[in-house]
């Protein structure tokens, strides 16, 4: 079964950084947009940042924006998440997953890994 494989996650204090990042083997991604998604316990898993297949375009979520920065290398087929200045409520379990293109419906990407947990100490 193809899944991405996520690495980075740990303890930090407020104020911290992180890099995650991911990798899907066996399948390239040059042809998919990767999105890195967030659930923290009793929430709904959400899309915190996405990258278009070529890396042309990002988006974040308001909630990240300025703190997060997504890059990748499809050399590597891997994809990258910084992020910085990080606060409280950043903490959960970060997953990355592919699609065709960016979207916020969580349902409709692919290749979900089992993720790596981010805690964000005050």
């Known amino acids: 079964q193809l899944q991405f494989v996520e690495s980075g996650g740990g303890l930090v204090q407020s104020g911290g950084s992180l890099n995650l990042s991911c990798t899907l083997s066996?399948?390239?991604?040059?042809?998919?947009?990767v999105g890195w998604f967030r659930q923290a316990p009793g929430k709904e898993r959400e899309r915190v940042s996405c990258?278009?297949?070529?890396?042309?375009?990002?988006d974040h979520a308001d909630s990240v924006k300025g703190r997060f920065t997504i890059s990748r290398d499809n050399a590597k087929n891997t994809v990258y998440l910084q992020m910085t200045s990080l606060k409280f409520e950043d903490t959960g379990a970060y997953y990355c997953?592919?699609?065709?293109?960016?979207?916020?419906?969580?349902?409709?990407?692919?290749?979900w890994g089992q993720g790596t947990s981010v805690t964000v100490s005050t």
């Open positions: 997953a592919a699609r065709g293109r960016c979207s916020n419906n969580a349902e409709s990407w692919s290749f």
């Open positions: 066996g399948f390239t991604l040059d042809y998919y947009a």
């Open positions: 990258i278009s297949m070529r890396g042309v375009s990002t």
